[in-house]
């Protein structure tokens, strides 16, 4: 049973473009969401929480339907440096070992 | 800022062997972490450490063993590697911003041939 589900790519974008990914989660439980991106052969890094009346990064929007249990992505202007995996990340409780990865989402973009 | 330091970056090892992996954050964390990421699988947690002088199992905690040295400090020590532990391993710790906002390692690369 897949807990957290993305879609692997990759998504091939050019600059400029306008990209969305989704994630769905199991556990209707769950309560904290965030993206976190890595890159080729490099570290996990947080991007952003999702909260659940949506939220802003300057390109970049997440949001949450917990009624249909997702959360996307969002980004708007892709630039060549966001070329990376990018990771949904549940939690289904407050605590240190409940966050579930998923396995990441690929985007490439392109010049 | 060094952060989180992993040492060491790439490692061979065989069937049988004994290692450690060492790590080390500055940020004065409390909380530390060891995860492994394998080819078509999310990061999966192995054990953590919710403070100094605690240490808890994770997901998949089978072949492990950690040590909290200090609130610096959080070792991986494989007893006997299997090839089944090829994988790439991240360290990873949190402090007051909670424990999903995680700060992690470079990695190291481990192969058990």
């Known amino acids: 049973r897949k807990e957290v589900e993305q879609d692997p790519g990759p998504f091939n974008v050019p600059e400029g473009a306008t990209v969305a990914f989704n994630c769905t989660y199991s556990n209707s439980a769950s309560q904290s969401f965030f993206w976190y991106r890595q890159d080729c052969r490099k570290e996990p890094k947080l991007l952003m929480s999702v909260y659940s009346s949506g939220n802003e990064d300057g390109r970049f929007t997440a949001q949450l339907n917990r009624a249909s249990q997702y959360i996307s992505l969002l980004i708007r202007d892709s630039k060549l440096s966001d070329s990376a995996t990018y990771l949904c990340v549940v939690s289904s409780h407050s605590g240190y070992s409940t966050l579930t990865f998923g396995k990441g989402t690929m985007l490439l973009v392109s010049p | 800022n060094a952060g989180v330091t992993q040492t060491p970056k790439f490692q061979v090892l065989k069937t049988g062997q004994s290692m450690t992996l060492q790590c080390a954050q500055d940020m004065n964390h409390n909380s530390m972490y060891w995860y492994r990421q394998d080819p078509g699988m999310g990061l999966r947690l192995i054990y953590y450490?919710?403070?100094?002088?605690?240490?808890d199992k994770g997901e998949v905690p089978n072949g492990y063993n950690v040590s909290r040295l200090n609130k610096r400090e959080f070792s991986l020590r494989l007893e006997s590697a299997a090839p089944s532990q090829t994988s790439v391993y991240f360290c990873a710790s949190s402090g007051t911003g909670g424990p999903e906002k995680l700060f992690f390692g470079s990695g190291t690369q481990l192969s058990v041939l």
């Open positions: 450490s919710a403070s100094e002088g605690t240490t």
